[in-house]
């Protein structure tokens, strides 16, 4: 039961999916990710998220500290926790779910064998200047 004089807090505003995938990409360059690309799905229709954004790790302990590192500058900018997360055993790819922005963080034989920038050839793809 609310007390008196208070207000209910309003729901957050929904955060962009541009943002998201913003937040993303800076997380996979805190860590030195490579060959980071994004890729706009939201013209093709039936798609399910409107972002996929990737990038490769150089080994395991590579791959995981940027999913971490994705995790945490999502949570810290714009307070949101993945829906799903997959391959953190594994650590060959490790993808994380953010609903409208998917992150894929591959080693770089996984990349290149599910090719995933070749699956949609009628997005528009951005590929992120890595700063070194």
């Known amino acids: 039961m609310q007390k008196s004089g208070t207000r209910a807090k309003k729901p957050s505003k929904v955060t962009s999916s ?3 995938s913003r ?7 805190d860590k030195k990710a490579q060959e ?10 039936g798609t399910i998220a409107d972002f996929f954004v990737l990038c ?5 302990t590579h791959v995981d500290a940027i999913s971490d590192s994705i995790e945490d500058m999502v ?3 714009i307070r949101q926790e993945p829906w799903h997360r997959e391959g953190k055993q594994n650590r060959e790819w490790i993808l994380l ?11 770089a034989g996984s990349r290149k064998f599910y090719s995933l920038e070749q699956l949609w050839g009628d997005a528009e793809i951005k590929w992120i200047e890595s700063e070194s």
């Open 23 to 29: 937040a993303i990409v800076d997380g996979m360059m």
């Open 97 to 107: 779910d953010f609903v409208d922005v998917v992150a894929n963080v591959f080693k």
């Open 75 to 77: 949570y810290k900018t």
């Open 36 to 45: 980071i690309v994004v890729i706009d799905l939201r013209s093709i229709k």
């Open 56 to 60: 490769t790790g150089n080994s395991d």
């Open 18 to 20: 541009e943002a998201l």
